[in-house]
C-alpha cells in the first residue's frame, strides 16, 4: 500500500483578486500576439466621415492636376485591427502563493528580471478565464515606476486617416447647418 505524503502537494497557480499585489518575479514566459478588438460602428463612422473629406480632396488634386495620393489601407486591413504582445507573468506573493497576471504591450528589455520585487496595480479583463493585465509596475528593486502601453483603435487608424475623418465631419456638420438654414 502506498501512502501519499500531504505535506508535498504542489502549489495552484491563481490569478489575483486584489487590485494591488506585491511579491517577486519567479518568470517571465513567452510572449504572445493578441490583437485589439474594433467595433466596426465606430469603423464606418471614420471611414465615411474621411470619405467626405477624400472626396473634396479628390476633387481639388483633380483641379489642381496634383496626381495620386498615398496609399490606402482597404476596410478589411483596418477591421482586423492593431495587434499587441501579451507577456504572461508568474508571481510570488509575500503570501508565498504563486499567481499569474497578464503584462500586455512592450517594455523596456532591462524593466523587469526574474527575483525583482515588485508592486503590481492590476485590472480585471473583461473575460474572466483570462488573469488580471498589469496597469502600473512599479519595481522595487530597482525604483523604477512603469507603465505598459498597448496599440489602440486610434494609433491603429493613424492621424492622417483621424484628421480626415475630423475634416470630413466638419463638412457634413456645415452641410447639415446650411440645409437647416435653408
Known sequence: MVTMDSDLHSRRIVHPTERIVTGRIVRL????????????????AVLVAAGVAGLL??????????????A?????ELKKGPEYLVT???????????????????LPQSALHPADHVQLTL?????????????????LTTGQSLTPRTATLWSHL???L???AAL???LIAGLVACSALT
Not at 29 to 44: A, H, K, M, S
Not at 57 to 70: I, P, T
Not at 72 to 76: E, G, I, Y
Open 72 to 76: 490606402r489601407r482597404r476596410f478589411k
Open 29 to 44: 514566459l513567452d510572449g504572445y500576439p493578441r490583437e485589439v478588438r474594433i467595433g466596426q460602428p465606430v469603423l464606418v
Open 162 to 164: 483621424l484628421l480626415q
Open 57 to 70: 480632396v479628390a476633387l481639388v488634386r483633380s483641379l489642381l492636376s496634383a496626381g495620386a495620393g498615398g
Open 123 to 139: 485590472r480585471r479583463q473583461r473575460d474572466p478565464d483570462l488573469p488580471p493585465k498589469i496597469e502600473r509596475i512599479v519595481n
Open 88 to 106: 504572461p507573468v508568474r508571481l510570488r506573493g509575500v503570501d508565498g502563493q504563486l499567481y499569474e497576471v497578464e503584462l500586455h504591450g512592450h
Open 158 to 160: 493613424g492621424p492622417p
Open 168 to 170: 470630413g465631419a466638419l
